[in-house]
């Protein structure tokens, strides 16, 4: 019999999930399995996990086939009418040994075939935490997961359910054994970052928790933090950006448009000047804060002046790293009912958005030339910067370990030392 093949779609929080559910279902025995843990994103995200649970099925007949992951929470009909899928759970379930305990016996029965719950109920995540995911560079903490917020365009909350909260004793804890593992960097993670502590006693902000790791654990090298909204920044967060040399100077803001009338069509919380005033003050606080975004290209009524909103931006904020969307209409979601943007059109934007963004890297890997920055190396000749722009070097450097070296030049999207 052999071990479960595993095969992850979407963000960085469903990987951290993935490494979760290895050790769930080693724990339990599953074996001749395989694993599919799915993205709801976009419409798109869905139809290429059927394509993988296709391609699995082919390639593995004669294993059990296992989909799960928010795709599975929010629409498990989908998944369940595929004659390759012998069983879908929810992303609660998923997280549950008694789960994998279940799927570990020799055959599924119809019981068990179909295991999502209510989401929404949920009110925990901190059952499924586990030390060490990521490289032997990088490790990732979930301390939040769910969203209370309800933008047009997305489906996430209803494959995450609502904002719940791992409490600050318990992330500074495995953070420690993290430390002691020999990890030099440690990235939060979570679904809505920026909620982080409104469930739990006190209601404490993510500066908070950031200013208590960084106190509490101090032979920590650096500390990122994954994707936030930058309009539920905290005063404390600011404080740390200002005097924390071991908070890593780069930010991912999850934008998603620079168009005022968009945003609100969105059910944004930000409007563009929010976005543009946000990001200088970080970098007045933090000269060498870089940012990275996400933005979505072609969202319905988005005229051409709309999306010039959205390309001006670009500059506006000195964008860097940026992820682009185009547009993809998810069922159930209130914008899908809005008058929709011609899918070449779309194509165009999010073509001209990522030239934008494109140029913005190359201008910030020049300013990096002949600058000496301290490099945290993912494999022995790949490292990246504290602005985590990728470096190459010549010779074999130790993984794991922060070198400080000069730069020395750059090619397409990387530097080189």
């Not at 059927?50 to 929470?73: E, H, M, S, Y």
Request: net charge negative; aromatic share 4%; charged share 25%.
């Amino acid at each position: 019999m052999s071990a479960p093949i595993f095969s992850n779609h979407g963000c960085r929080l469903n990987q951290y999930e993935l490494e979760a559910m290895k050790e769930l279902a080693e724990a339990a025995g599953l074996r001749d399995a395989v694993v599919v843990n799915t993205c709801a994103v976009t419409a798109e995200a869905v139809r290429k996990a059927r394509q993988d649970i296709r391609k699995l099925r082919k390639a593995n007949p004669d294993a059990r086939l296992i989909v799960t992951g928010c795709a599975a929470q929010t629409e498990p009909a989908t998944f369940t009418a595929m004659p390759e899928v012998d069983a879908v759970i929810g992303n609660t379930e998923k997280m549950l040994g008694e789960t994998w305990q279940g799927l570990a016996a020799d055959f599924i029965g119809e019981t068990e075939a179909l295991q999502v719950n209510d989401i929404m109920s949920v009110t925990e995540t901190a059952g499924h935490l586990i030390d060490g995911f990521g490289t032997r560079s990088r490790a990732y903490v979930q301390v939040q997961n769910g969203c209370d917020h309800r933008c047009t365009f997305c489906i996430i909350p209803y494959g995450r359910g609502n904002s719940r909260s791992v409490p600050a004793g318990v992330v500074v804890d495995q953070i420690k054994r993290l430390v002691d593992k020999g990890f030099n960097e440690v990235v939060l993670t979570g679904v809505d970052l920026t909620s982080w502590g409104a469930d739990l006693p006190a209601t404490p902000k993510l500066g908070d928790l950031v200013m208590r790791i960084l106190k509490l654990v101090p032979d920590l090298p650096r500390l990122r933090i994954s994707s936030i909204d930058s309009i539920e920044v905290d005063e404390n967060l600011m404080q740390a950006i200002a005097t924390e040399p071991r908070l890593m100077p780069h930010l991912h803001l999850s934008l998603q448009h620079g168009d005022d009338m968009i945003l609100k069509r969105m059910k944004r919380r930000h409007l563009r000047d929010d976005a543009i005033a946000f990001c200088t003050e970080a970098r007045a606080l933090r000269p060498d804060m870089t940012f990275g975004a996400d933005i979505i290209a072609g969202f319905p009524t988005e005229t051409d002046a709309m999306f010039e909103n959205s390309l001006k931006l670009i500059s506006e904020c000195d964008l860097t790293w940026l992820h682009i969307f185009p547009y993809s209409a998810r069922e159930g979601t209130p914008a899908a009912r809005m008058p929709a943007v011609n899918g070449t059109a779309i194509k165009a934007r999010a073509a001209k958005l990522r030239k934008a963004g494109d140029a913005q890297v190359q201008s910030h890997l020049a300013q990096q030339v002949e600058r000496i920055h301290d490099i945290l190396m993912e494999n022995p000749l790949m490292g990246r910067t504290a602005q985590f722009a990728e470096v190459r070097f010549s010779t074999p450097q130790t993984e794991g370990a922060i070198v400080t070296a000069p730069i020395t030049g750059h090619e397409g999207n990387h530097l080189t030392a």
